[in-house]
């Protein structure tokens, strides 16, 4: 624990000194998590690293992830010489402390105390940053939909720890879970939803485009490119201590994903707010993870990893984007967001590749982590092929309709013209593509 007290120590001591020694920090913190791979470690099994902590494959993919886009968020943060603005960086390191201390974690309480911790400071950012009044209506949704679907996961990590007397650990509660049966096996099977409600399965999505819509723009960033990445990292450790709750409902929770991504690409073809658009592909993509995680073949978990990844860096860039037009025109509908090319042509290649990165394009994660999903729920049923042609042909119809919209036809009378992108801003827009490409090109990472 010692070395997680000094990470933390030294982050506090960075926000006391500068805003940019933050930065700085952070960047080595990944720099040695990017070392810590390159010495070839198999991560194949958990690596301890201290009592209660450890970490594997998929913890070091998704700490990468975190620590880079709050380094897109600080770097989109504005005020940095503030107050205000030295607040909104605490919150992030706050965030990225939380969230390691998720990944990084070995024990069922822990785990669980930081899964929900993460809504403290996320909230705080709806209420202290959001730009209409209706977001503490907004960060209300988010507590009572995500706390209350949680609930069955704490009272069976109470049970499995009152029947193996231990509380903390990962190994205790796996031959519990394992041998679940009666009243602890229909547990179980709630306590799933404590996980689906934050990625979001469609049904328990009603919160999402209502806390996108509200947050301010580094809000929604770290919303879309991580926190709904928590629901399926926990699916994935849940998975391996009661297997047995995902084989026999798989089929339920398959079609519901499926069914659910067709209909809300449909929804997303209608919608006349730009948030509101990224925010229901968010759920269509992760309806995509679900089933590949539900699936019960391997390829579809590798599949399902690097689809989070690539679209946690994928849909940040889109909210950031949507943040960048709605700072100089005023507003995030799609009626006045037309036309851009000739104001801001600057603009347009980011969107272009950011958009082309949503649909699947080559050569992009997201493409490598789509093929294996297809394959995986083709071969766990011919039939969701169907459903799978029409969410991939409908998907690309609406983000086809979001680059056409927003950067080409006559431009809104609202536009009166200004600047392009600044430095600052062009560099965030193309740290957000350009690991969608490199690690395209190493996909032996993920092997």
């Known amino acids: 624990m010692l070395e997680v007290m000094m990470c933390t120590l030294g982050l506090m001591l960075s926000l006391m000194v500068n805003y940019y020694w933050v930065w700085y920090y952070l960047w080595f913190i990944f720099l040695g998590v990017m070392i810590l791979l390159e010495m070839n470690y198999e991560l194949v099994d958990w690596h301890v690293m201290i009592s209660g902590i450890g970490f594997d494959i998929y913890s070091c993919g998704f700490i990468l992830l975190s620590l880079w886009v709050v380094l897109m968020m600080i770097m989109a943060g504005g005020e940095k010489g503030s107050s205000s603005g030295m607040s909104l960086i605490f919150l992030f390191v706050s965030i990225f402390l939380i969230l390691g201390l998720v990944f990084l974690s070995m024990d069922f309480m822990m785990f669980y105390l930081m899964f929900e911790a993460v809504l403290v400071p996320t909230c705080v950012l709806i209420f202290g940053w959001g730009y209409q009044p209706e977001r503490l209506g907004a960060g209300i949704y988010l507590l009572i939909y995500t706390v209350f679907c949680s609930l069955p996961l704490l ?42 409600v934050k990625i979001p399965l469609f049904g328990l999505h009603l919160w999402l485009p209502k806390a996108h819509v509200e947050a301010p723009v580094t809000g929604s960033m770290i919303l879309a490119g991580v926190l709904l990445k928590l ?72 599949g399902s ?143």
């Not at 519901?256 to 991504?261: F, N």
């Not at 992009?364 to 049923?381: A, R, Y």
């Not at 013209?417 to 957000?432: A, D, K, N, P, R």
């Open 231 to 302: 629901g399926g990292y926990g699916l994935m450790r849940f998975s391996q201590w009661g297997w047995s709750v995902f084989l026999n409902f798989s089929g339920f929770f398959i079609s519901v994903s499926l069914v659910g991504g067709l209909y809300l690409s449909l929804v997303c073809l209608r919608q006349v707010d730009l948030k509101s658009l990224v925010a229901y592909s968010s759920v269509v993509h992760m309806g995509l993870v679900v089933g590949g995680l539900f699936s019960g073949y391997g390829v579809g978990w590798v």
């Open 155 to 196: 009272v069976l990590i109470l049970s499995v720890g009152s029947v193996s007397g231990a509380f903390w650990g990962f190994a205790s509660g796996l031959s519990v879970i394992s041998l679940m049966s009666g009243g602890l096996y229909i547990l179980g099977i709630f306590s799933v939803l404590g996980f689906l």
């Open 305 to 447: 990893f690097i689809m989070m990844i690539g679209h946690g860096l994928c849909s940040s860039g889109l909210f950031y984007y949507v943040g960048v037009n709605y700072e100089r025109l005023g507003s995030r509908s799609v009626l006045f967001n037309k036309g851009l090319m000739a104001v801001f042509p600057s603009s347009v290649l980011f969107w272009f590749l950011l958009v082309s990165s949503n649909m699947a394009a080559p050569p992009s994660l997201n493409l490598f982590g789509e093929l294996l999903l297809l394959g995986s729920l083709v071969s766990w049923g011919k039939w969701a092929a169907w459903l799978l042609m029409g969410a991939s042909f409908f998907s690309g119809v609406y983000c086809l309709y979001l680059f056409g919209w927003v950067q080409h036809g006559v431009e809104s009378k609202v536009i009166k013209g200004g600047e392009g992108l600044t430095v600052i801003e062009s560099m965030c827009s193309f740290f957000h593509w350009w690991p969608l490409n490199i690690l395209f090109l190493k996909g032996d990472l993920f092997s």
